[in-house]
Antibody, heavy 114, light 107 residues
Framework: EEQLVGSGGGLVQPGGSLKISCGAS????????MDWVRQAPGKGLEWVAN????????YYVDSVKGRFTISRDNAENSLYLQMNSLRVEDSGVYYC???????WGQGTMVTVSS | DIQMTQSPSSLSASVGDRVSITCRAS??????FGWYQQKPGKAPKRLIY???TLQSGVPSRFSGSGSGTEFTLTISSLQPEDFATYYC?????????FGQGTKVEIK
């Protein structure tokens, strides 16, 4: 069964940093682009970033450029999102996804608050 | 950025009803488009990709149509498990952008 499991979320103060992870199983992780999508509490979906198969290409939504870094470790079947200079408006559930298709992770909650 | 405008933002319908949701793109996106269903507390689930291709395992009562700037999701006979929020997505260019969502509620 194809599965993505997110981890690493938590409470962080504004200006702080957090790195969230997503572990993949049941499919050949290294063959696929991977995406992060977030959802603020009670709001809609917002695409955040994606990365190509070998990590040589990355794209970001403007609101996180220069603050967030997406990366991957194909040997560990893992996807990461390093989030720096966090803002209150970065709070929400962060989902990892296989090319915005199937599967999606269960989501990991990030709360930025003082 | 390409803006995706969904309508309606919410609707009330009964089991067995035929329901349609529309999404308009601010510029042409060919068929680089998908529909997602999200239930409370759960991750989104892709229903349709390529504007009209049904994701494996998704019931055939769901269908998608359109190309360019206007797209439609149709549920031919609404079932109790279909009450959820639906989002459209364009993946023609960066940044990828979602519509604001359509909440389908029980009448």
């Amino acid at each position: 069964e194809e599965q993505l499991v997110g981890s690493g979320g938590g409470l962080v103060q504004p200006g702080g940093s957090l790195k969230i992870s997503c572990g993949a199983s049941g499919f050949t992780f290294s063959n696929f682009w991977m995406d992060w999508v977030r959802q603020a509490p009670g709001k809609g979906l917002e695409w955040v970033a994606n990365i190509n198969q070998d990590g040589s290409q990355t794209y970001y939504v403007d609101s996180v450029k220069g603050r967030f870094t997406i990366s991957r470790d194909n040997a560990e079947n893992s996807l990461y999102l390093q989030m720096n200079s966090l803002r209150v408006e970065d709070s929400g559930v962060y989902y990892c996804s296989n090319q915005l298709g199937t599967p999606w992770g269960q989501g990991t909650m990030v709360t930025v608050s003082s | 950025d390409i803006q995706m405008t969904q309508s309606p933002s919410s609707l009330s319908a009964s089991v067995g009803d035929r329901v349609s949701i529309t999404c308009r793109a601010s510029q042409g996106i060919r068929k680089d488009f998908g529909w997602y269903q999200q239930k409370p507390g759960k991750a989104p689930k892709r229903l349709i990709y390529g504007a009209s291709t049904l994701q494996s395992g998704v019931p055939s009562r769901f269908s998608g149509s359109g190309s360019g700037t206007e797209f439609t999701l149709t549920i031919s006979s609404l079932q109790p498990e279909d009450f959820a929020t639906y989002y459209c997505l364009q993946y023609n260019s960066y940044p990828r952008t979602f519509g604001q969502g359509t909440k389908v509620e029980i009448k």
